[in-house]
């Protein structure tokens, strides 16, 4: 709770402001039924025109002044929940862009998206909902009791009764709900995830014609949520019947002892009337209260699972950062070992040791699956690795910061992403304040300018949602383009000109060494065409280093690079 209250400092004074409302207001609706009670026993008992108007105005005036009060309450109860709620969002946001791979990958995207809405808008309505009567309902029981004893104490022993008994039921309804709101969250995390995979992947499904299956998987996900949701508000529903059965057997006691009382003349009908106005105030404040412990339960499990988030503590710091910079690019990995989780047995890479000049070329080969785009993952700390050490310029990477080391660093991934907005917008990206010139130069380069013009609007033509309104080598190239505007020391191209002809990549690559020569660059893939001039070619197999060398080197001596070259050569001369 701690924790969560830290997110209130900025709205501080609405919190007291509506706190302050509350009160004022419940105080004057408590004295109404004290007016109302003087009002039959001494207006109307002795006929009394004048003194009945006179308290009649005055319970319209606590009437409207109350009616003021509730409307600036909830003002200042929106105000402060949904404030609450941005800041827990904003602070989860900030949270995760510090995650390395490793976080990411202890969460799945549909629970973050889950936590980072759903749960929020619970603990926010929560606030905005359980203020009022969170803070209303104790001060008004207590008025409550303190008036009904002096109206009548032989009466208000019935609340000794009353109370043990709903508090006993209320334990027992939120000791069995709190579970199950895990559980809901739990099974909103499932259908989030089949929408996502089904939204990504819907070119996938319907070029399989897999729609049936897939409305079949999420009616399953969607029937567990359903499920999970009348289990837990069915359960929580029973607050209602539970309170409304003590309020009637209460009210029931009070009518058969007090209509006695009053039939022998030990009390009058004013103060019975008052009496019961009060025990209906007692309990209204009790069913009130119970109600926020229900919205109170559900949001300490909402805030549990965001509180997973916000504790994460990141597996990549800045802890032992230099103020050093990347003048050359020189990579060394000296006896580098790394696997994904500690627990795991086998490692993912093995004894990686090899070095790449300033400037260099260097190509990196093997089969699907050998690690090739996690050995460049360990170069920007995308991944730290498990033992041995990567420098660069000399300087182990963890001497960088962060930003700087990332910044030095340009990738363009096996999956290339881009972003709603413009083409420009995109290319941005790699520069914010790219000139026209040198955005005309990067998208030369990369060969862009071959389509741009084809495009609506060239560089300010709307992109869909990761780039859906271009093609998969249109995509492959202008992520080039953005790499090559951040002006790296070091560019690494993951198996990124697949979608390519090799005439483009050819362009690209000539243009890169003419245009780039003293960068150093890193280039993985399937195709031997693609590494064929790199300065030093690695080829990996099962996470080890199996031969470094030249292309001629590979060729004359390995056998894994002379399978793959010779297969590629014969599926080539088939093609022809």
């Given at each position: 709770m701690r924790n969560l209250l830290k997110y209130a400092k900025k709205y501080k004074k609405e919190l007291i402001l509506a706190i302050i409302c509350i009160e004022a207001e419940t105080i004057f609706e408590l004295v109404i039924p004290m007016i109302?009670?003087?009002?039959?026993?001494?207006?109307?008992?002795?006929?009394?025109?004048?003194?009945?108007?006179?308290?009649?105005?005055?319970?319209?005036?606590?009437?409207?002044?109350?009616?003021?009060?509730?409307?600036?309450?909830?003002?200042?109860t929106a105000i402060c929940g949904n404030g609450i709620g941005a800041q827990i969002r904003m602070a989860e946001f900030q949270k995760m862009q510090t995650y390395s791979f490793a976080n990411t990958d202890r969460f799945s995207t549909p629970s973050l998206v889950t936590r980072l809405t759903s749960d929020i808008t619970t603990i926010q309505n929560s606030i905005t909902n359980g203020m009022r009567p969170g803070f209303r309902s104790p001060v008004m029981m207590m008025t409550a009791l303190i008036v009904s004893f002096r109206l009548n104490a032989e009466l208000?022993?019935?609340?000794?009764?009353?109370?043990?008994?709903?508090?006993?039921?209320l334990f027992?309804?939120?000791?069995?709900?709190?579970?199950?709101?895990?559980k809901m969250q739990?099974?909103?995390?499932?259908?989030?995830r089949i929408i996502q995979e089904n939204l990504i992947a819907i070119r996938v499904i319907k070029a399989y014609v897999r729609g049936d299956y897939e409305i079949s998987k999420f009616r399953e996900g969607n029937m567990n949520l359903q499920n999970s949701s009348e289990r837990s508000f069915s359960l929580a529903a029973l607050n209602m019947p539970a309170l409304q059965f003590v309020m009637y057997g209460t009210i029931l006691s009070i009518l058969w002892f007090g209509g006695n009382r009053v039939m022998v003349g030990n009390m009058k009908v004013g103060a019975l009337t008052s009496f019961l106005s009060y025990v209906l105030q007692v309990l209204n404040s009790l069913m009130m209260f119970s109600n926020v412990f229900l919205l109170f339960t559900r949001s300490l499990t909402s805030w549990k699972r965001i509180s997973e988030v916000l504790e994460e503590e990141p597996t990549i710091n800045d802890d032992r950062a230099k103020d050093i910079s990347i003048k050359e690019g020189r990579i060394r990995f000296e006896n580098v070992y790394f696997k994904y989780k500690e627990e795991a047995k086998e490692y993912v890479l093995s004894d990686i040791s090899f070095e790449i000049s300033p400037g260099q070329t260097v190509g990196i080969i093997g089969q699907t699956g050998a690690a090739k785009s996690t050995l460049v993952q360990l170069i920007p700390r995308l991944y730290e690795v498990t033992a041995g050490e990567?420098?660069?310029?000399?300087?182990?990477?963890?001497?960088?910061?962060?930003?700087?080391?990332?910044?030095?660093?340009?990738?363009?991934?096996q999956k290339n992403t881009l972003f709603s907005g413009t083409v420009k917008e995109n290319l941005y990206w790699g520069k914010e304040d790219a000139t026209d010139e040198e955005i005309e130069r990067a998208c030369s380069i990369a060969c862009v300018n071959e389509f741009i013009g084809r495009l609506d609007h060239g560089y300010d033509t709307e992109l869909g949602q990761g780039g859906v309104n271009v093609s998969g080598g249109q995509k492959q190239r202008l992520c080039i383009a953005r790499a090559i505007l951040k002006a790296p020391k070091v560019l690494i191209l993951d198996d990124s000109t697949s979608a390519l002809d090799t005439a483009t990549e050819a362009?690209?690559?000539?243009?890169?060494?003419?245009?780039?020569?003293?960068?150093?660059?890193?280039?993985?893939?399937?195709?031997?065409?693609?590494?064929?001039?790199?300065?030093?070619?690695?080829?990996?197999?099962?996470?080890?280093?199996?031969?470094?060398?030249?292309?001629?080197?590979?060729?004359?001596?390995?056998?894994?690079?002379?399978?793959?070259?010779?297969?590629?050569?014969?599926?080539?001369s088939q093609a022809l």
């Open positions: 109302m009670a003087d009002i039959i026993d001494v207006g109307v008992a002795n006929g009394d025109r004048n003194y009945i108007f006179m308290k009649g105005f005055q319970m319209v005036f606590f009437a409207v002044l109350s009616l003021f009060l509730g409307h600036a309450c909830a003002r200042y208000a022993m019935v609340f000794f009764i009353a109370a043990p008994i709903l508090a006993f039921i027992l309804i939120i000791r069995n709900v709190r579970p199950l709101y895990s739990g099974a909103v995390d499932l259908v989030n990567i420098t660069i310029d000399g300087h182990p990477i963890y001497e960088y910061t962060q930003d700087h080391l990332r910044d030095s660093i340009a990738m363009v991934l362009k690209i690559k000539e243009g890169l060494e003419k245009s780039l020569p003293g960068m150093t660059k890193i280039i993985i893939s399937q195709r031997i065409s693609s590494v064929l001039d790199a300065d030093q070619i690695i080829i990996l197999d099962d996470g080890k280093i199996n031969a470094i060398g030249t292309h001629e080197q590979l060729l004359a001596d390995n056998e894994i690079y002379q399978d793959i070259y010779f297969s590629q050569q014969k599926g080539g």
